[in-house]
Nanobody, 115 residues
Framework: QVQLVESGGGLVQAGGSMRLSCVAS????????MGWYRQAPGKQRELVAR???????NYADSVKGRFTISRENARSTVYLQMNSLKPEDTSVYYC?????????WGTGTLVTVSS
């Protein structure tokens, strides 16, 4: 059974930084594509960043230059370093894994950026 457990959310002031972590189990982490998505109230879930098993990354235009996704295969963990946070980054952030074509999701962690 796949489990993705996010941590690191909370309240931060605009301009601040925060790091999210997601620990995966039940998958072969090293070959899985991992991603972070977010969903604000009344909006659709959107991709924030992805990292492939080979380390290739892509980002939403809105976070390029501010957010960095990385992975630590030995710990089955994917990170999202968020810098220069803006109030519009306020959302529930979800960890995603694609393992042999199957999507799995964490339960989400709330990030609130105050102005």
């Amino acid at each position: 059974q796949v489990q993705l457990v996010e941590s690191g959310g909370g309240l931060v002031q605009a301009g601040g930084s925060m790091r999210l972590s997601c620990v995966a189990s039940g998958i072969i982490f090293s070959i899985s594509s991992m991603g972070w998505y977010r969903q604000a109230p009344g909006k659709q879930r959107e991709l924030v960043a992805r990292i492939t098993g080979g380390g290739g990354t892509n980002y939403a235009d809105s976070v390029k230059g501010r957010f960095t996704i990385s992975r630590e295969n030995a710990r089955s963990t994917v990170y999202l370093q968020m810098n220069s946070l803006k109030p519009e980054d306020t959302s529930v952030y979800y960890c995603n894994a694609v393992h042999y074509g199957v999507n799995s999701w964490g339960t989400g962690t709330l990030v609130t950026v105050s102005s």
